[in-house]
């Protein structure tokens, strides 16, 4: 690339960044004001329809021997996206990520489209869906559930915040089969790992501390069926 092709995808960049910046709908989560900077999410409404999530932050920073000054966490998370992705996990599918620094300060923005269908775990038993009720379809949804937290740890990456606010579940006809879907949300946390048991061991602590209002019978079939993935893994 010459020079004036790297200022031409600097200037395209640059725009393409003040576009979403100044792209401003309502707070989904409103902005918190930390030591660590500060960090907000709006509800989007795009031209063709889509329902997006943007995540905005200034100075909100990580550190790490990599990056001992820091550098925006919305980096870490679209990492984890895109890695969680390769893996076949269903999360949320970004639309338009990036940071710069602007007059000293950190500017980062993570757009992803809205997961259409899905529904937190946690509604899922509070709430119910006219399919949560089917004992053989919840039986089902923690089999998926099971191989899908399975498939991360696996890969190496540990979530960070699992729980029922982070885990989604959508149904959708298959033929005159509902068949569960499962996606991860809340990947700010995540980070990755050498080994399956240290990407698992937080996760499935945590898990278990916060596993209500799943019940105590399905949160031990969860875990029942999740030891089974890892333990094929292991033989494979």
């Known amino acids: 690339m010459n020079i004036l092709e790297s200022k031409e995808a600097s200037a395209n960049r640059d725009a393409n960044f003040d576009k979403w910046w100044d792209t401003y709908g309502e707070w989904f989560e409103s902005g918190d004001q930390l030591v660590s900077g500060e960090s907000g999410i709006q509800r989007l409404h ?3 329809g889509r329902l997006l999530y943007s995540k905005r932050q200034v100075n909100h920073l990580s550190r790490s021997a990599l990056h ?4 925006p966490t919305i980096l870490d998370e679209l990492q984890a996206l895109e890695a969680l992705k390769r893996l076949g996990v269903r999360v949320p599918e970004v639309v338009f990520s990036d940071a710069r ?3 000293g300060e950190w500017q980062a923005l993570l757009v992803t489209e809205a997961l259409e269908g899905f529904n937190s775990l946690e509604d899922w ?4 869906t006219p399919q949560s009720g089917d004992e053989a ?3 089902q949804m923690l089999r998926q559930l099971a191989n899908t937290v399975g498939q991360m ?3 190496g990456w540990e979530h960070g915040r699992l729980s029922p606010k982070t885990i989604f579940v959508k149904v959708r006809m298959q033929g005159d089969e509902a068949v569960p879907e499962i996606a991860l949300l809340g990947l700010a946390k995540a980070r ?3 080994s399956t048991h240290q990407a698992s061991s937080h996760d499935f602590d945590y898990f278990k501390a916060h596993h209500q209002p799943m019940p105590e019978s399905d949160w031990v079939q969860f875990a029942h069926a999740y030891r089974g993935v890892l333990e094929s893994d292991y033989i494979r």
Request: hydrophobic letters at 35%; a positive charge.
């Open 46 to 48: 795009a031209a063709d």
């Open 153 to 155: 740890h696996v890969g």
């Open 68 to 71: 001992p000054f820091g550098r």
């Open 192 to 194: 990755h790992h050498m």
């Open 125 to 128: 038993y509070l709430k119910g």
């Open 101 to 103: 620094k602007v007059n």
């Open 137 to 139: 379809l919840n039986q």
